[in-house]
């Protein structure tokens, strides 16, 4: 399955890195959820630590950041605490988001794909963007709040 302009965002139930349960449905402002490949990764640091310095622009906007892989509840809490992330990191290990949201492998399907959606307050896609440049996806997040008036 595949996510298109205008689709409702998938409603999925996983763990927080606090364990405890999270639905996408629950949230009734913009989100941006972004799939990354692990935790701990210079990548991965990289573009959370991105997600981290612009996290007031994205609410300036109106918008919660979330940020989801297959790396367990415990592995979150440790990423999340030493890079003092401020929004909420969510555990796929059985990968039901990424199935989901349709997020596919990257490098000859050796690495989980890197990709981000931006849905609006109703939870209707607005925006999509797939890249293994992780440094690319804030500024592409950010771009597609700014210029969507219907959030």
Not at 57 to 84: C, M, N, P, W, Y
Not at 91 to 98: L, Q, T, V, Y
Request: net charge neutral.
């Amino acid at each position: 399955m595949e996510l298109n302009i205008g689709d409702k965002i998938p409603d999925v139930k996983l763990k927080n890195e606090k364990g405890e349960d999270f639905s996408f449905t629950e949230i009734d402002k913009a989100i941006v959820i972004y799939f990354y490949p692990k935790d701990f990764t210079p990548g991965c640091t990289k573009e959370a630590c991105g997600f981290r310095d612009s996290y007031e622009d994205f609410r300036d906007l109106g918008a919660e950041v979330i940020g989801i892989s297959s790396d367990s509840q415990e592995s979150h809490s440790k990423f999340k605490t030493k890079h003092q992330l401020p929004f909420l990191l969510l555990s796929d290990p059985e990968k039901k988001a990424r199935k989901a949201f349709g997020v596919k492998p990257n490098f000859l399907g050796l690495l989980p794909g890197r990709e981000t959606f931006v849905f609006n307050r109703e939870g209707k896609l607005i925006y999509k963007f797939n890249s293994i440049n992780s440094g690319r996806h804030i500024e592409e997040a950010l771009t597609a709040l700014k210029n969507n008036h219907q959030l």
